[in-house]
Nanobody, 119 residues
Framework: QVQVVESGGGLVQAGGSLRLSCAASGRIVSNDDIAWYRQAPGKQRELVARLTSRGSTNYLDSVKGRFTLSRDNAKNTVYLYMNNLKPEDTAVYYC?????????????WGQGTQVTVSS
């Protein structure tokens, strides 16, 4: 079974940094697309960043230059480095392992990790 475990959230002051980790078992993450989403209270869930199996990336405009995705194949883990955090980054962050099998998309989600940025 595919299991996704997230870690790294916490409370930081504006301007601080955090590293979120997404570790997967049952899949080799380099074969899949890994996406980070976030959901803030009263806000629509939004895609923050995606790293494809080909190595391409895309980022939400508001986090470009501040957030960086990285895949560690040896540890089968994807990291989201978040720098210069702002209060508007406060949200629950979710890792989604996106798997395609015979034209069907399967999404394996982590439990979510809370990121709170104080001003």
């Amino acid at each position: 079974q595919v299991q996704v475990v997230e870690s790294g959230g916490g409370l930081v002051q504006a301007g601080g940094s955090l590293r979120l980790s997404c570790a997967a078992s049952g899949r080799i993450v380099s074969n899949d697309d890994i996406a980070w989403y976030r959901q803030a209270p009263g806000k629509q869930r939004e895609l923050v960043a995606r790293l494809t199996s080909r190595g391409s990336t895309n980022y939400l405009d508001s986090v470009k230059g501040r957030f960086t995705l990285s895949r560690d194949n040896a540890k089968n883990t994807v990291y989201l480095y978040m720098n210069n955090l702002k209060p508007e980054d406060t949200a629950v962050y979710y890792c989604d392992v996106e798997v395609w099998i015979r034209g069907t998309n399967y999404n394996y989600w982590g439990q979510g990790t809370q990121v709170t940025v104080s001003s």
